[in-house]
């Protein structure tokens, strides 16, 4: 639903998380880039289009906050294309149900096949089914 106007404006949208805070209410962030980077000026007009966006497609109900972000050092990675774009790098993966007794792992990207991330963990490869990643950061190294 806001893909279109943040493209519109020259920025990739990156991903959308919502949460739902019981007691802080509710927040739906959105993570934006460029190849210039991000700055608060372009958080500022994102939030302003994709205010107006939500006002009129009103998909959330109750009240909520909005958050538009750039993607940081520790990006996250919601589609294939991200992790094949980031080959080499090291992140951290967490999926909704265990594969082989873990939930939880970290290692370098090498591969996306079909739909599974391959992954270097502890100097083995392990194939994760994308289906299943709840979710995943890139890791910063210094």
Not at 33 to 61: F, K, M, N, T
Not at 66 to 93: C, I, K, N, T
């Amino acid at each position: 639903m806001v893909r279109g106007a943040i493209e519109a404006l020259g920025y990739e949208l990156v991903g959308v998380e919502y949460l739902s805070r019981p007691k802080a209410g509710h927040l739906l962030r959105v993570y934006i880039d460029s190849a210039q980077g991000i700055d608060l000026e372009d958080c500022e007009r994102v939030s302003h289009q994709v205010s107006g966006v939500l006002d009129v497609e009103d998909p959330i109900r109750g009240e909520y906050a909005l958050e538009v972000s750039s993607p940081g050092l520790d990006r996250p990675l919601f589609e294939l294309a991200h992790f094949e774009r980031f080959v080499g790098a090291v992140a951290r993966v967490k999926l909704r149900h265990a594969l082989d007794g873990r939930s939880n792992y970290k290692g370098v990207i090498e591969a996306v096949e079909g739909d599974e991330v391959v992954m270097r963990v502890e100097g083995e490869p392990v194939r994760l089914p994308f289906a299943q990643v709840a979710s995943a950061r890139l890791v910063p190294e210094y």
